[in-house]
């Protein structure tokens, strides 16, 4: 089994993928091409409910990569990050993965700062 995950900045949801929801977002913006994507997603399993767990990305990151909440990481500017808080000991998702096998890549700042 392959695991791909995308975590994107600032993301709407107006790509090709996400407009069977405009009943419920009519402020979406139909006219975003992306093909490529859409493919993808459409032998993906896609998230039509998922929010950030506060409003600027350093601690909805860490919480997402530690599967902790923001408040209880301690996380809540774009300054700390979570193995001052935390530990060093604290396992994210990509260390899971790759102790149970699978091979990890990392691209861009989903670990900052």
Not at 16 to 36: C, M
Request: positive net charge; glycine residues 8%.
């Amino acid at each position: 089994m392959n695991v791909v995950m995308f975590m994107i900045d600032g993301f709407r949801s107006e790509l090709g993928s996400y407009l069977d929801t405009r009943s419920e977002q009519p402020w979406l913006f139909d006219g975003t091409r992306t093909p490529n994507l859409h493919r993808l997603a459409s032998v993906s399993m896609r998230f039509k409910r998922a929010f950030a767990q506060m409003s600027i990305c350093a601690p909805s990151r860490s919480s997402i990569m530690v599967s902790r909440r923001p408040d209880a990481l301690h996380v809540t500017s774009m300054m700390t990050g979570f193995r001052e808080t935390a530990g060093e000991n604290t396992i994210t998702l990509p260390q899971y993965f790759r102790q149970h096998g699978y091979t990890t890549i990392g691209l861009g700042k989903a670990f900052c700062p």
